[in-house]
């Protein structure tokens, strides 16, 4: 099982960035996807989360009508785009899988928001 995030880097306030996660070794249409983040000294929060048929979203109220999480079955990979960027939402950005008792994560990706 494999998930790798990519996109990550340094912008500045008010750009964007697309994150992308590559599933692969699990079925990943039958898989809830989320993306979570980490600043330095905090806890990991859930961003957004996507149903398994990319029918149902769900976004935390720092990030809503900023970001939209949306995913390619046929690709395997479920993205992240990141508008209207703040110093805030630097973070490592984590992708997250979840089915039932199985829930396999990457190895995150560094967002960096400054001027």
């Known amino acids: 099982v494999q998930l790798v995030e990519s996109g990550g880097g340094l912008v500045q306030p008010g750009g964007s960035l697309r994150l992308s996660c590559a599933a692969s070794g699990f079925t990943f249409s039958m898989y809830a996807m989320r993306w979570h983040r980490q600043a330095p000294g905090k806890e990991r929060e859930v961003v957004a989360v996507i149903s398994n048929g990319g029918g149902s979203t769900y976004y935390a109220d720092s990030v809503k009508g900023r970001f939209t999480i949306y995913r390619d079955n046929a690709k395997n990979t479920v993205y992240l785009q990141m508008n209207s960027l703040k110093p805030e939402d630097t973070a490592v950005y984590y992708c997250?899988?979840?089915?039932?008792?199985?829930?396999?994560w990457g190895q995150g990706t560094q967002v960096t928001v400054s001027s």
């Open positions: 997250n899988a979840l089915n039932g008792g199985s829930n396999y």
